[in-house]
């Protein structure tokens, strides 16, 4: 799957650090470098590592839980197995989505499969010569000898102020006829825990083909984005209520 470039702004994370890596990446020189992309959901961490395959020129190849799971015990690695060797035989960017699926911590597991199939995710990881990306929510769970085995993590937090006018601006501020006025985007650049996918969920829910442009206004789509923030703090509350 060909790749495409987004502006970098609408990461938070480490830019000098990341534009590192990738002039790393592009040496002609450099051996296969595995990434660990970590942070809360919706971040867009998955979109980064297409922006790094698109900066190497090469495909990109991603594989999900549903993509390698299997429920025959020893399909799993098989399925692996062959994702790596494709990614090796395509030269391609082989990223795992959501790789806590398959590198959680051995000594969570309950059963002996559990044990395979990561102990077949580490050793491919490891062998591989292919560049490798993995994303994950959950660093914390992932097994020790995953993080030895990568080279880079980069690390994705919330948007700052500054990220969230630009997302505002890119994603939201086109929905409606007017500008924003400067005390809602005083209050805008208040809010937190505010990622990429917010700005993506609150202008599928106003987009043109369901609303009518002049019924959108920068009071409904900030409440819209509230509403997406009050979410997270309810889902919080209800963890430690459990």
Not at 132 to 146: F, K, M, Q, V, Y
Not at 179 to 192: A, N, W
Not at 213 to 227: C, D
Request: glycine share 2%.
């Amino acid at each position: 799957m060909k790749s495409e470039t987004l502006p970098l702004e609408n990461f938070s994370i480490n830019k000098e650090e990341l534009n590192y890596i990738i002039k790393l990446l592009k040496s002609k020189n450099s051996m296969p470098v595995h990434i660990m992309l970590y942070g809360p959901p919706g971040t867009g961490k998955t979109a980064l590592a297409r922006h790094i395959a698109h900066k190497l020129d090469r495909e990109y190849f991603i594989q999900r839980a549903s993509d390698l799971q299997n429920c025959f015990i020893g399909e799993t690695e098989k399925r692996i197995a062959r994702a790596f060797h494709h990614a090796e035989e395509e030269g391609a960017v082989l990223v795992i989505d959501e790789a806590d699926t398959f590198l959680y911590s051995r000594d969570m597991a309950l059963r002996s499969w559990e044990v395979s199939f990561v102990n077949e995710f580490l050793v491919n990881l490891e062998e591989c010569k292919c560049f490798c990306i993995c994303t994950t929510n959950r660093l914390e769970e992932l097994d020790p000898a995953s993080l030895r085995r990568v080279s880079y993590k980069i690390k994705f937090d919330y948007a700052g102020s500054s990220q969230i006018i630009a997302l505002y601006n890119s994603l939201l501020r086109p929905l409606c006829d007017t500008e924003i006025p400067p005390q809602l985007e005083r209050e805008l650049k208040t809010f937190t825990k505010l990622t990429p996918g917010d700005f993506h969920s609150v202008r599928s829910q106003y987009n043109s083909f369901l609303s009518n442009e002049n019924t959108v206004t920068h009071e409904i789509l900030i409440n819209a984005l509230m509403r997406e923030i009050s979410m997270k703090h309810e889902k919080i509350k209800a963890c430690f209520q459990a």
